[in-house]
Structure formats: structure tokens, C-alpha cells
């Protein structure tokens, strides 16, 4: 089993499972609760805010993929990443999370530090320096985000896991922007991944969910407690429908990768387009890196549009093919203006200093035919350049 593939394990799964009526795909449990068999005989799944068959099935899926030895489906990221801070931290523990993290993340740590239910530095991880500092405070818990967002900056997940190792503390990994099929935190010494399998894991941008898996069943079995303690655990709909996105990963990231190399290739060439960010470009800090730690560099990139904000603002809503929106990981082309819209809660000195200019635009590159998102890209380019002219 351990040596099947990423894109076997999940198109298998559960697959030939229904030993009632022979279901080649296995069906949706919706019941809330399930039947003793008889009197003190507890059966497997009991009540579906502990556990259900469609959720089951979508853990064990994902912890094979990750190669670990359990997880919690949570109904989000967020929930997933509040649920590991809830079952390991006290008032008086601290975690340590990326200054340049997910929003929502940033939010959640900081609010609930500020209510004194734990403390909370912000750092950058990639200083070595700055992170040894933060870690002589002898932290309980350490969150890595890599590649970041918006700027996918990449952080030395093996590195970061010795330190923190050697202060005891536990690391967790949010994978959302690689999945397993390009990067495997366990495999470099994380204890934890933490995903919003919101993004690429669902993969069609009709489902909010999350998932912690875990390097040590222990762990696992700790989460689960607290997931249906605090009801932080996912809908049997959310993970039949997760896992219908899942079966197709392996094959989707391997086009929305081909597809952003193309589009990268055609930005680097064009003049309208300043700095690009994306690990696979060889002057992109932690280039090597990526190199060293991911098998694929991922589809998500952000670029610096050289031209006037008025002429920003004309090629964004002179695109067709790629929606004015936020998330990511979808089928669907995105565009997203992080300064105005994921990022705008920041305030403009934190955006500066986290290096989001007015000028950066982000795609999440979809499945379209590439050709396609090309032309798409080229024709607002040249309206937005014509709006140069006439501005003269
Ligand atoms: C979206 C996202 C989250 C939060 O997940 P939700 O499912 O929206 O709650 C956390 N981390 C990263 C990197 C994300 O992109």
C-alpha cells in the first residue's frame, strides 16, 4: 500500500468499499447518528460530529498522501489551524508564526494572544537570527507557511524544524499552496501539516474545509478529542465532496504548474511587467531552496505591473479569463490586487514593510487552455498601454 503513488492513493481510495450494494464509488453518509449494535457494543462511528464514514475515508486519504499516521478534517483551514493551537496551548505557551502568514491566520493568533489565551511572536523565519531569538523564549509551538502568500517567499522547512526540535517545540507546515504532490513537510521533519483544503486539495472552489494530519497517531487521536470537543470537525457533504476534488490532484497540479511556467515564460518578456515572484526564477530568494525541498514549484506567482495605477487598474478589468477574486487553487484563472483585497486588513505601513506594493497583482493560474489565459493576458496588456497613451 505504502508504495502506491500520490495519484493511485487517491483515485483508489474507498474505491470497491460498499460491500451492500457493490458502489464502485463509495456513497454519502448524511445520518447524524448511527446504531448500537446492542446494549455497550459502541460501533465505529456513533454521531457524526466524532466521526463518519465519508470524513474517514477523506483522512485516512489525505494522511497517506502525507505520509502520516492520522488527521482531523476540520470545516476550514482556520478551524484546522485553531484547533491546533486550542489542544497545545495554554496562557502561558507561546507560538511562533511567519510575519508574512496567511491574514486570517494572523488575525486568529493575534486576537486570541490579546485575550490572553496564549502569546504569539510574529517572525521572520527566513532571518536565522531573528528566528534563534524567538526560539531562546522556548516556544511550544511553531507554524511555517512556505511558499507565502502573496510573495511566495520559501522558508527551510528541515532547518526550521531542527531549531525548533532542539527546543522542543512542535512545527507545523501549511501546505495549502503545494499540496503533497510537491512538497512533504513530514518527510523533512514537521510534526504537523495544516491545510486549507479549500484551495487545490477540493481543487473547484465549492467547499471550505481544512485538515491537520499528523506525524504520530498519538497526536492524532489527541486532535480528534479536541475536534469534537470544541466541534471544530467537517460535514460528511464537505468530505464527499473534498475527496470527488482530491481524486484528480496529481493530474491538476501537473497542469496548473505547465501552465504557469508558459505564463511566466511570456511575463519575463514583457514590458508592461516589473518584478515577478516565483520560486522556479533563479534570482527569486529561496530559489534553491525550492530546489532542494519541493518536487514541483507550484502555480501561484505574483508580479509587479510597471505602469500607472490607472493602467493597473484597466488591465485587471480588461481580462476575461482570469476573475477579479480571492482564494486560489481553483480550476478558474484568478486575478487578485493583495493591497486592495486579501491583504488590505494589513494597513499601509505592515504592507510595505511585508514588501506588498500597489503594483503587485497575484494569479492563481487555473486550467484553462494556456493559449488562451496567453491571449487573454496579451490583449489587456495592450489596452492598458493604449490608456498610456491617451493619459499623455
Ligand atoms: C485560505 C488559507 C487559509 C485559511 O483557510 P480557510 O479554509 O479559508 O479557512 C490558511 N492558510 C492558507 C495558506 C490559505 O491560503
Redesign the pocket.
Known sequence: MSTRKPATIAVRTGIESDTQHHAVVPPIYLSTNYGFPAFGDVPQYDYTRSGNPNRGLLEQTLYELESGQGAVITN??????NLWATAFLGPDDLIIAPHD??G??YRLFNTRAQKGDFKVLFVDQSDPQALAEALEKKPKLVLI?TPS?PLVRVVDIEQVCQQAHAVDALVAV?N??LTPVYQKPLELGADFV?H????FINGHSDV???VIVTKTEQHADDLSWWGNCIGATGTPFDSYMTLRGLRTLSARMRVHEESATQILDYLTKHPSVGTIFHPSLPEHPGHQIALKQQSGFGSMLSFEFAGSFEQLKTFVGTLKLFSLAE??GGVESLICHPASMTHRAMGEIALAEAGVSQQLLRLSVGLEDVQDLISDLEQAFDVAVRVAVEEK
Open positions: 476550514c483551514g482556520t478551524s484546522a489551524l502568514c496567511y486570517g491566520s507557511e502568500n501549511d495549502t499552496f495544516i486549507s483544503t479549500t484551495k471550505i474545509g481544512g482564494s486560489l
